[in-house]
């Protein structure tokens, strides 16, 4: 790495890293984000972080001064109203803006200053509502308040034209592509058009024009000379519309590198967040809008703090005059207010202009490095949205990079399955469409059509639907911050290179590791299995608890009898598992089959558990879901709700699946019976009834994990147990079990339901009573084990059960530890 990076500073250096401030990015880094060690952050598109020394400042200031309510003539008073002017003060000189044109607003965030704006424009029926295609969705919310009083509504794109030669004009300057006009109400609709035409209205109408400084999705940055454009009547999109334009500038991504000059473009409103520029506090945005503009805006609320009289049981209600009183609801968030300065005192040091320097190396360096991965074929690996391929030189970007990712025979890896592997990397990234709904669109080649299908195909905001009918719902996002560093940078292309760039097919201690070209290993096919036996046999009989280890245990319709057939829900209705509850973990089960009863300990309860598992001791009925699946259950008493509410230390409810509705499926093969039908009894399972690991694939595994370790860290093995399996098998082939289609244990019968999908649960474990949470074994197994998103290990079965159909009965059958394991791969 210290090679590249001579190079990255050869090509980079005069922008990277502060050369010119008091300290350099590695000093910065080492001293005010000691807890990013082992981590690399890029989503500070959607957060950037604050420093350790911007909060020992703010706890400094909160510790020696006392602020109070700014609505009253005290000294502690009067010390917040001085802050809040220097406050107010400080942001517009952030955006250039002079404190005798402009206001500064606070609000809870630019959302709530977008809003604000929507509620308060005095729109009319002769109104438009025009927007960039390219907007986050609190842009596009303005259009409910723009339609509902009867105004027009229309999206646009915008593309700037690059060469000023071959313009005639300012205006001709971008090339504008108007979207149908949106509207609502037949009766508005004949008033304003007639054959398709808008009539001649008022003139006296007021228009609102909305763009991003920064596309959130794309990182494009809109030249803000639209301002002026629009402004003076020669923006092509919006000259055609009688009345007057305003313009509104939603500037919560760009301000973080590059704010609005106000003096040069005068924009009407402009919104931002503060915990995108300095990370701290939340919770706290501002409207910096033009004295003008204020005067229009028509705000109907009036709440403490807003009204210079009020009289209770009369209509009557004085406004103050300040801008900024009438339009902030209450009470600001003082405190927060109080904070800013220690934001901008880093800005101010670093200087916004190196900030966009440092973090445009970066971006420049990363996506010339992401287009230059190719498969093993040639064929590229990413595909980037925005500034394709940077071949338009002159198109600004911010510090982000939008992208997904091919495999080598062109179909793409899902946004979800990136994700879930750089979180075991240490990368935090973003994944979606970033609340950007026509950016997205734009970008990935959606039509409404497509949207309209995804959507009653049930794919909604921030769900694993990341691929449908072979194209991606969503994308990746990656972006820079003031604090980000090369070496953020390099653990990021190491990161794509190792996950997803193809090599030449190989093998790794003779077993296949290319899962997404290559079918599955399984050399058994050559040779009589009859060596296999049933090694031991778990049963869960609670969801996300302790096991129990058997000899011998009988099968019913839903596979082992009591095996997950009862579980904890928690006070808002949520199913308790170990991902939320790691306590879980810690609550040991047994079930003694002649005495009828499950016994449950807990080391944070002094006595054991004792519940019938014969008898029907239950008070309550109910119906629950679980994972998409309906279960009729029955609920305890309140006393063995408080023992498990003791347990892990949060109020819960203990219940037993006592039916479920669920969906049928063929089987192929003996006897073509239904795999789950109506005699079947499915419990709290996720997925197949049963789960089966085989000893020699742990064996296999752990050979990786201790070839992994041999740089002097902690050598990380894992048992069995750690992948909660039902029944271990001995005897087979490394990953022999993959290809197994059924199999027979004794006189019980199974059908396999394919591979099981691991997450994080395997990565946790139990060290001197603690929940120790790691990044293995999932980590390795994703660098071997991935098919199609999903990382594989172990078997799921169905058991078919033992009715016997002559008499149309169950037979009780057992499986018992040593019996022979014969599956079949036919």
Request: proline share 3%; with cysteine.
């Amino acid at each position: 790495m210290a090679q590249s990076k001579e190079e990255f500073l050869e090509q980079f250096g005069e922008d990277y890293g502060y050369p010119d401030a008091p300290r350099g990015i590695d000093e910065l880094r080492a001293a005010d984000f000691k807890r990013l060690e082992g981590m690399v952050y890029l989503d500070h598109a959607g957060a950037t972080l604050y420093s350790e020394a911007q909060m020992a400042d703010v706890t400094k200031d909160l510790m020696s001064n006392v602020y109070g309510n700014p609505h009253s003539q005290s000294d502690s008073s009067m010390a917040t109203s001085d802050l809040l002017t220097s406050a107010r003060h400080q942001v517009l000189k952030y955006f250039n803006a002079s404190p005798r044109d402009y206001k500064c607003v606070f609000t809870s965030g630019a959302t709530a200053a977008l809003k604000l704006v929507g509620e308060c424009f005095p729109w009319s029926t002769d109104s438009c509502y025009m927007y960039t295609i390219e907007n986050h969705n609190s842009v596009l919310g303005i259009r409910e308040y723009a339609l509902s009083k009867g105004a027009t509504a229309s999206a646009v794109d915008v593309e700037e034209v690059v060469d000023p030669s071959k313009n005639h004009g300012s205006g001709s300057l971008f090339k504008v592509s108007k979207h149908s006009n949106q509207r609502r109400g037949d009766d508005v609709l004949l008033h304003n058009y007639q054959n398709g035409r808008q009539t001649a209205i008022s003139g006296n109408n007021l228009n609102l024009f909305a763009f991003p400084s920064e596309c959130n999705f794309s990182g494009h940055k809109f030249n803000p000379s639209l301002v002026n454009l629009i402004k003076e009547g020669n923006f092509l999109g919006t000259s055609q519309q009688q009345g007057r334009w305003m313009v509104l500038i939603d500037a919560a991504k760009g301000c973080t590198t590059e704010p609005p000059n106000l003096t040069v473009y005068p924009a009407d409103f402009v919104v931002c967040s503060f915990y995108k520029i300095f990370g701290y506090p939340t919770g706290l945005g501002a409207l910096i809008v033009k004295n003008e503009a204020a005067s229009l805006l028509n705000k109907t609320y009036f709440s403490g703090g807003t009204v210079a009289a009020s009289i209770a049981d009369i209509d009557f209600v004085q406004k103050r005059n300040s801008i900024e009183q009438v339009l902030e609801d209450g009470t600001v968030s003082f405190l927060s207010i109080s904070s800013l300065r220690y934001g901008f005192k880093i800005i101010d040091t670093l200087t916004i202009s190196a900030i966009a320097r440092h973090t445009a190396s970066l971006t420049t360096y990363v996506r010339k490095k992401m287009m230059d991965l190719k498969h093993s074929n040639e064929k590229n690996v990413c595909i980037i949205y925005g500034q394709q391929a940077s071949k338009v030189k002159d198109l600004k970007m911010g510090p982000t990079i939008t992208f997904n990712l091919k495999r080598e025979d062109g179909t793409w890896f899902g946004y979800r399955e990136v994700e879930k592997l750089a979180s075991l990397s240490g990368i935090h990234l973003r994944t979606g469409c970033f609340c950007n709904p026509g950016a997205c669109a734009k970008y990935l080649g959606l039509s409404h059509s497509d949207l309209v299908s995804n959507f009653e195909a049930g794919h909604v905001c921030w769900d694993d639907n990341d691929i449908i009918n072979g194209k991606p719902t969503g994308a990746v996002r990656i972006s820079f911050g003031y604090m980000s560093t090369y070496e953020d940078a390099e653990e990021l292309l190491k990161f794509l290179r190792l996950s997803f760039v193809s090599k030449a097919v190989g093998l790794n201690n003779g077993y296949m590791v290319n899962m997404d070209t290559l079918n599955l290993v399984d050399d058994w096919s050559q040779k009589v299995i009859s060596d296999i036996h049933l090694k031991s046999i778990t049963i869960y009989p609670v969801k996300s608890c302790q096991g129990f280890s058997v000899q011998g245990w009988p099968l019913a319709t839903g596979g082992l009898k009591y095996d997950r057939e009862w579980l904890l829900q928690g006070s808002g209705g949520e199913i308790l598992t170990q991902k939320k509850v790691p306590e879980l973990s810690s609550i040991s089960t047994l079930i003694d089959l002649e005495l009828g009863k499950l016994f449950l300990e807990s080391p944070k309860c002094k006595d054991k558990l004792q519940i019938s598992i014969l008898e029907n001791l239950t008070h309550l009925s109910a119906d629950v879901e679980v994972y998409g699946q309906r279960y009729e259950v029955q609920t305890y008493s309140d006393k063995v709700n408080s023992w498990f509410s003791d347990a892990i230390g949060r109020p819960c409810t203990f219940m037993r699946c006592s039916s479920s509705k669920y969906r049928s499926c063929t089987i192929s093969g003996r006897r073509d019976r239904l795999c789950r039908d109506a005699r079947s009894k499915l419990s709290f399972v996720n997925e197949g009834q049963l789960l089966l690991v085989n000893e020699e694939s742990i064996s296999d595994l752990n050979s990786r994990l201790s070839s992994s370790n041999g740089n002097g860290k902690q050598r990380v093995l894992v048992d069995a147990m750690r992948f909660r399996p039902n029944i271990v098998v001995s005897g087979s082939t490394p990953y022999g079990e993959d290809n197994w289609k059924r199999l027979n244990i004794g006189d019980a019968y199974f059908t396999s339901m394919g591979g099981c999908n691991r997450c994080q649960m395997i990565n946790l474990y139990q060290s001197s009573g603690q929940v120790i949470k790691s990044k293995e074994p999932l980590a390795t197994l994703a660098s071997y084990r991935r098919q199609k998103g999903k990382i594989l290990f172990g078997v799921l079965l169905n058991y078919e059960d033992g009715m016997d159909e002559e008499y149309d009965a169950v037979v009780e059958k057992w499986i018992k530890v040593g019996q022979e394991v014969y599956p079949s791969i036919e």
